[in-house]
């Protein structure tokens, strides 16, 4: 079973769906309830003698092993690993290997670490072995075997270009194969020498034998075998014939008990073709019935992203990124390495369901998920990303040369009351602090509630320097700055008011129009951020045929050395922050370690996208 397995009222309060409606009615009607099922996949007589399906129902996701996964793949495992959560279930992983190409070793485990790391289980089990689709080389050739024995199957052995002229178009019948009519006896022979290497790559394909003037062209007698000599990465040389996508996804499914096959709407001109081939099968007594059923619904479009794997793969090859992990990516690994959580992936997933029309979602959708999610959990610190050094000028006078204040602040100050003692963060304030740049203005714009010199204005009065509060530390007023050969401002100056001490009785006896964070010079620990942006600077990078590296954002990342407090010497790789003002920060899960502290932003506090 697929876990966790929430309690039996949790989905109701999930919004409905077309699949939970159709899933729910299936139920209802017991469609599947007496599917038998042998404890591995197989053929009818494999599952005849087998106890009833204790799997309510059965879904699948089955992924090429050709690539990494990436956020639409997120989408579709929550959608199937989910349904057969909630409807006591169970949700196959299955490698769809149909193709002799070389397994990709580095794309088989990255696919299952994934899956695991969104929190789900395949195969009915916590230690399952995934499924392969070339384990049903076998019986899909038998399944070939039987469609001819049947007449329902040919050998054609036009030429490439001809069979392509004779299926016609969309205003246009087919023309039938002059192989079309070829007897049975000789179509099993010929099959037969297809199948034992006697005939060269694509010099001849075994066609359903269906319908060539049918308006849908795929049900136009479509290939169902075709010859490669190609030694498969599991079967060897076994095979010199392999079977097509769409004969072998369908025989995929009913051998794994699927009952909702659920795959994306460029698959709805195939569904009659699957039901062709599991309605022919299941005559003849090859499968269990009832067969299984293809929905379709939309694929995830996600706006300011690229998702198709040959595009990903040309970004990394290309080392526009640092990898199919960099944090840019919308693979998993790099929306994980950004500081994504599980948590965030399934809201995300579910929140914007599931439709049967494409459409685009707006890329701050996913990041609200992701701030939603971390709002709660992740720890506050302070951290300053453009550090400029402020001195408190009166400190010695006030408290003695050298002192150190300690300070404390609650790591959760959303937590449940008694929890903030546990996770309290501490550091300390002396004579220097370090601020952001932008949190001082020689002249302070129209309502700045952050550090301003006294002014002298044109009457000659003189405003004085603003008044605020250093988070958790002390009210300041500020006196000046100095300023470098330049004319930069190298060093702001300010006096402390020392009964203002956060949390004890004078914290409000003077009254601050602001708070800034800081972080002590004393105690401040270097750390590098890295600070992403979109990867590209278009709603839609690769509409239409556009060249999609025309809008690579040049600011997409922009390395800084920050200060941060001392609490975060105990961050671990993974580790989520806030940091107050600026955003939610992951440590890196690649370069970061206690002495070389990396932080990624994953996201800012606020949206800054809204158009
Ligand atoms: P790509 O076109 O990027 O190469 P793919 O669809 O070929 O992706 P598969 O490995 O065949 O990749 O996909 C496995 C499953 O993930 C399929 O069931 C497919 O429908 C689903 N999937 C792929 N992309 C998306 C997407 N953008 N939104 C939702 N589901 C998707
Ligand atoms: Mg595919």
């Excluded at 309690?7 to 409905?16: T, W």
């Excluded at 009607?29 to 099922?37: D, E, L, P, S, V």
């Excluded at 002590?520 to 270097?526: F, M, N, T």
Aim: hydrophobic residues 35%; glycine residues 6%.
């Amino acid at each position: 079973m697929s876990k966790p397995a929430p309690p039996a009222a949790e989905h109701e309060h999930k919004p409905s769906n077309f699949l939970r409606q159709i899933i729910e009615s299936d139920l209802v009607q017991g469609t599947h309830a007496q599917r038998r099922w042998a404890g591995s996949p197989g053929d009818a007589a494999h599952h005849a003698q087998a106890a009833l399906d204790p799997a309510k129902i059965r879904t699948r996701f089955p992924p090429e092993p050709n690539g990494y996964l990436h956020v639409g793949h997120a989408k579709s495992i929550c959608l199937n690993f989910g349904l057969a959560r909630d409807y006591q279930g169970i949700c196959h992983l299955r490698f769809d290997d149909t193709n002799p190409e070389k397994e990709n070793l580095e794309y088989v485990n990255s696919i299952m670490d994934a899956v695991k790391w969104l929190g789900f289980d395949w195969n009915g089990a916590s230690d399952a072995s995934p499924y392969q689709a070339s384990d049903y080389f076998e019986f899909m050739h038998r399944a070939a075997v039987y469609l001819i024995e049947q007449g329902l199957a040919y050998v054609d052995e036009q030429s490439a270009e001809d069979m392509r002229i004779n299926r016609g178009d969309f205003s246009k019948p087919g023309i039938d194969s002059p192989f079309r009519s070829r007897s049975i006896q000789d179509n099993l022979q010929r099959f037969a020498d297809m199948r034992a290497g006697q005939l060269p790559d694509g010099s001849a394909v075994l066609r359903a034998k269906i319908d060539m003037a049918s308006p849908n062209i795929n049900m136009r007698d479509p290939a169902i075998y075709r010859i490669r000599h190609a030694t498969h990465h599991h079967t060897g040389d076994t095979w010199c014939i392999y079977p097509m996508y769409t004969f072998a996804h369908p025989i995929e499914d009913a051998l794994e008990n699927i009952t909702h096959s659920i795959c994306t709407l460029e698959f709805e001109d195939q569904r009659p073709f699957y039901d062709w081939l599991m309605a022919r099968l299941s005559e003849g007594g090859l499968i269990q019935t009832p067969p299984p059923r293809q929905y379709e619904f939309a694929r995830l479009n996600l706006t300011y992203v690229v998702t198709s794997k040959r595009k990903l793969a040309q970004l990394v090859s290309e080392h526009h990124v640092s990898g199919w992990d960099d944090p840019r990516m919308p693979t998993i690994v790099g929306l994980r390495r950004r500081g994504y959580t599980p948590a965030s992936l399934q809201t995300f997933a579910e929140r914007i369901g599931v439709t049967k029309s494409d459409s685009w979602i707006d890329y701050s959708t996913l990041e609200g998920c992701l701030r939603e999610d971390l709002e709660l959990k992740a720890h506050r610190a302070m951290a300053v990303l453009e550090p400029l050094k402020l001195v408190l000028t009166n400190w010695d006078e006030a408290f003695g040369a050298g002192h150190s204040e300690p300070c404390t602040l609650p790591a959760l100050p959303h937590a449940p009351e008694g929890q903030n003692e546990v996770a309290a963060r501490h550091f300390s304030i002396g004579k220097e602090v370090w601020i952001e740049r932008d949190d001082f203005a020689e002249v302070p714009p129209k309502g700045y509630k952050r550090l301003s010199p006294p002014l002298t204005n044109p009457d000659g009065s003189v405003t004085p320097g603003s008044v605020i509060r250093l988070k958790g530390g002390y009210i300041i007023q500020c006196t000046g700055c100095l300023k470098d050969a330049n004319g930069a401002v190298s060093e702001v100056h300010a006096t402390v008011f020392p009964q203002t001490k956060s949390g004890t009785a004078g914290a409000d006896s003077v009254k601050a129009k602001g708070v800034i964070t800081w972080v002590g010079v004393a105690d401040a620990l270097r750390a590098e951020v890295r600070l992403y942006d979109r990867l590209f600077s278009e709603e839609h990078p690769d509409a239409g045929g556009k060249d999609f590296l025309q809008s690579l954002n040049p600011d997409s990342l922009k390395a800084v050395t920050a200060y941060v407090e001392p609490s975060l010497a105990q961050a671990k790789a993974d580790d989520k922050f806030q940091f107050e003002r600026l955003g939610y920060f992951v440590a890196d899960r690649v370069d970061h370690s206690e002495h070389n502290l990396v932080f990624n932003r994953a996201v800012g506090l606020k949206d800054n996208w809204v158009k």
